[in-house]
């Protein structure tokens, strides 16, 4: 989970970011989502939906900006 005040990856310095933003999970079949979680300012493309994404994509999540990787 990325957020605000909790999550895996937690970034409190960023206003524009809800306190629990989005949630990146790991598919069986070895693809990853990105999914919205409720958030005020929703994600870069503003997401309404879950979204398969690949590695060496970026994400914005309020005004900070994290690129994906697999490792």
Known sequence: M?????GDLSFPQDDYLSGRHAQIEARAGGGVRVSDLG???GLYVRLTAPT???PGELLLF????????LG
């Open 62 to 69: 309020g005004e900070t900006l994290v690129r994906f990787e």
């Open 2 to 6: 990325v957020g605000r005040e909790s």
């Open 39 to 41: 958030s005020t300012n």
């Open 52 to 54: 398969p994404i690949s």
